[in-house]
C-alpha cells in the first residue's frame, strides 16, 4: 500500500464546474496536508494546506480533512482551463519534516 | 523575492559519469530539501539540510549519492557515479525554520543518464 494515494486521472471537468480531488494516506501520525499544483515542465507550486479537521477555502480552493478517514480532498469551484494541471497532494509527521507525496491527479479542464 | 533556483535544469550523461546538481534556497530559509522523481512515480524525499547539518538523509538511495551544503546556503547533490536508474527530475525545495511548514519548491534538474 502506498503511503499516499491519489487516483491519476485524467479527470475531466467542463469549464465552470467543481473539480473534486481526492487523497488518502496511511500514516495516522500525519499532522500536515499539502496540495500542490505543478504545470508540465514547473516546480510544484503550494495551492493549501490544512492541519485540523474540516474545511479550509480560500478563494475558489477548498481544502478538505477528515483524520478518522485519513482522507483529504481538494475542491476547485468555477473551474477554469488554467486549473488544467497535475495536483500533488503531501503529508507529513512533524512541521519541518520531510514531504510524502502521491503520485498526482491530472486535471484537465475543458472550455 | 527570488525563488528557489537549480543548476542546471537539464543534464545528459552516461552511465558511470559523475553529475553535480545545485539549488539555491530562498535567501534566509534554513531548511533545504532534495526530492526526486523517477518516471512513473511520486515524488521522493532525499535529504533535509537544517542550515549545513544533514537533519535527515534516510531518503538517499545509495552511497553514490552525496549531498553537501557548506556554509548553509546553497547546496550541491554530486552522484558519481551515475547509473540508468539514477534517471529522473530531482527537486529541491527550502522552507524558513522549523515552526513553518510550507516548503517553496525549485524547477528541478532533469537529469537523464544514458
Known amino acids: 500500500q502506498k503511503e499516499v494515494e491519489q487516483n491519476s486521472g485524467p479527470l475531466s471537468v467542463p469549464e465552470g464546474a467543481i473539480a473534486s480531488l481526492n487523497c488518502t494516506y496511511s500514516?495516522?501520525?500525519?499532522?500536515?496536508f499539502f496540495w500542490y499544483r505543478q504545470y508540465s515542465g514547473k516546480s510544484p507550486e503550494l495551492i493549501m494546506f490544512i492541519y485540523s479537521n474540516g474545511d479550509k477555502e480560500d478563494g475558489r480552493f477548498t481544502a478538505q480533512l477528515n483524520k478518522a478517514s485519513q482522507y483529504v480532498s481538494l475542491l476547485i469551484r468555477d473551474s477554469q482551463p488554467s486549473d488544467s494541471a497535475t495536483y500533488l497532494c503531501a503529508v507529513n509527521r512533524d512541521a519541518g519534516n520531510m514531504l510524502t507525496f502521491g503520485g498526482g491527479t491530472r486535471l484537465m479542464v475543458k472550455p | 523575492e527570488a525563488g528557489v533556483t537549480q543548476f542546471p535544469s537539464h543534464s545528459v550523461i552516461e552511465k558511470g559519469q559523475t553529475v553535480t546538481l545545485r539549488c539555491d534556497p530562498i535567501?534566509?530559509?534554513?531548511?533545504l530539501y532534495w526530492y526526486r522523481r523517477v518516471m512513473g512515480k511520486e515524488i521522493k524525499f532525499l535529504l533535509h539540510?537544517?542550515?549545513?547539518?544533514?537533519?535527515?538523509e534516510s531518503g538517499m538511495p545509495n552511497n553514490r549519492f552525496l549531498a553537501e551544503r557548506t556554509g548553509g546556503t546553497y547546496s550541491t547533490l554530486k552522484v558519481q557515479p551515475a547509473e540508468l536508474e539514477d534517471s529522473g527530475v530531482y527537486f529541491c525545495?527550502?522552507?524558513?525554520?522549523?515552526?513553518?511548514?510550507?516548503?517553496?519548491f525549485g524547477p528541478g534538474t532533469r537529469l537523464t543518464v544514458l
Open positions: 539540510f537544517v542550515k549545513e547539518s544533514k537533519q535527515d
Open positions: 500514516d495516522r501520525g500525519s499532522q500536515s
Open positions: 535567501s534566509g530559509h534554513d531548511n
Open positions: 525545495a527550502s522552507s524558513q525554520d522549523w515552526s513553518t511548514d510550507t516548503q517553496y
